[in-house]
T-cell receptor, first 112, second 114 residues
Framework: SQKIEQNSEALNIQEGKTATLTCNYTNYSPAYLQWYRQDPGRGPVFLLL?????KEKRKERLKVTFDTTLKQSLFHITASQPADSATYLCALANTGGFKTIFGAGTRLFVKA | DAGVIQSPRHEVTEMGQEVTLRCKPISGHDYLFWYRQTMMRGLELLIY????????DSGMPEDRFSAKMPNASFSTLKIQPSEPRDSAVYFCASSLGTGDQPQHFGDGTRLSIL
């Protein structure tokens, strides 16, 4: 069955450093990979989408890579800030009626 | 522009009672999704609609769960009878499409069944 794995352990980093979160998947060939941010008590908020034919996507301090051979996506936050502390979810998506599947998320803590 | 609106935000009820969760999607979005989030299982898709028609309900746990979308601006998720294991946060999301379109989530309903 389709499976998405994100680091279950929380990631603790110092302000100003780059945070790198990992999303691995099996038994799926997504056309798109999405990243969302979720704050406590709130719904997930869309951040970035990357297509299977794209290697890298950037938006301000965010960078996403997508390696369809390794079946892995990396999500980077450069110059991290305490306000970046949240849970980050990756999601695999496809067209043609396939469901979007979400990972369990990785909790990020950025210390001042 | 208003986002996805869910009500109630919190619901506490006793086992066996009927529970109805409500959702108003973003105007113009053709797709509506219902998810359930727990610590153990993460975010699970229960059912989704396209143009008010249910497309995939394979994630609905059992017959106690039902969902309707009577028009483009309203959907309900009903649990009858409710059980303690139904306790979770239920999210509604809407989007312009699947795949390459982002989903816009409401802030969820935190449901506790005693």
């Amino acid at each position: 069955s389709q499976k998405i794995e994100q680091n279950s352990e929380a990631l603790n980093i110092q302000e100003g450093k780059t945070a790198t979160l990992t999303c691995n998947y099996t038994n799926y060939s997504p056309a798109y990979l999405q990243w969302y941010r979720q704050d406590p008590g709130r719904g997930p908020v869309f951040l970035l989408l990357i297509r299977e034919n794209e290697k890298e996507k950037r938006k301000e301090r965010l960078k996403v890579t997508f390696d369809t051979t390794l079946k892995q996506s990396l999500f980077h936050i450069t110059a991290s800030q305490p306000a970046d502390s949240a849970t980050y979810l990756c999601a695999l998506a496809n067209t043609g009626g396939f469901k979007t599947i979400f990972g369990a998320g990785t909790r990020l803590f950025v210390k001042a | 522009d208003a986002g996805v609106i869910q009500s109630p935000r919190h619901e506490v009820t006793e086992m066996g009672q009927e529970v109805t969760l409500r959702c108003k999607p973003i105007s113009g979005h053709d797709y509506l999704f219902w998810y359930r989030q727990t610590m153990m299982r993460g975010l699970e898709l229960l059912i989704y609609f396209n143009n008010n028609v249910p497309i995939d309900d394979s994630g609905m746990p059992e017959d106690r769960f039902s969902a309707k979308m009577p028009n483009a601006s309203f959907s309900t998720l009903k649990i009858q009878p409710s059980e303690p294991r139904d306790s979770a946060v239920y999210f509604c999301a809407s989007s312009l499409g699947t795949g390459d379109q982002p989903q816009h989530f409401g802030d969820g309903t935190r449901l506790s069944i005693l």
